[in-house]
């Protein structure tokens, strides 16, 4: 089933200059070239992402790039690196900052 999410894809670093071979071989991967090339980013349901952007960077192994992505529940916010066929995943972290109970107090003179 899955669900969508929103993808946008940077290239970082391109020594080679092959960023339009790179796109013809993502939409041959893919099929999704012309909403990253029009919207700048593309929103679908994509299970396999990880493993065809791996596949991708070991054709393009001097190339780094990133995709990004923001799903459709809240915190799913992520990166990940792609260069020679190996990957790196962020995901967003997020948190509480400590309470301040003493500040709450004199603040609101209780």
């Not at 969508?4 to 893919?30: G, R, S, V």
């Not at 099929?31 to 990253?36: A, C, N, P, V, W």
């Not at 679908?44 to 990133?66: H, I, Q, T, V, Y």
Request: charged letters at 30%; proline letters at 3%.
């Amino acid at each position: 089933m899955g669900y969508y999410t929103w993808y946008t894809l940077d290239i970082i670093k391109d020594p080679d200059n092959q960023e339009e071979d790179f796109y013809k071989a993502l939409d041959e991967k893919t099929g999704l070239l012309h909403d990253f090339e029009t919207y700048y980013g593309t929103e679908a349901k994509w299970s396999n992402w990880e493993s065809d952007m791996k596949e991708l960077s070991k054709k393009f192994p001097k190339m780094m790039f990133r995709i990004d992505g923001t799903g459709e529940e809240q915190f799913d916010v992520w990166d990940c690196h792609f260069c020679n066929g190996r990957s790196y995943y962020r995901k967003i972290q997020t948190y509480w900052e400590p309470f301040d109970e003493l500040g709450f107090y004199i603040s609101n003179k209780l």
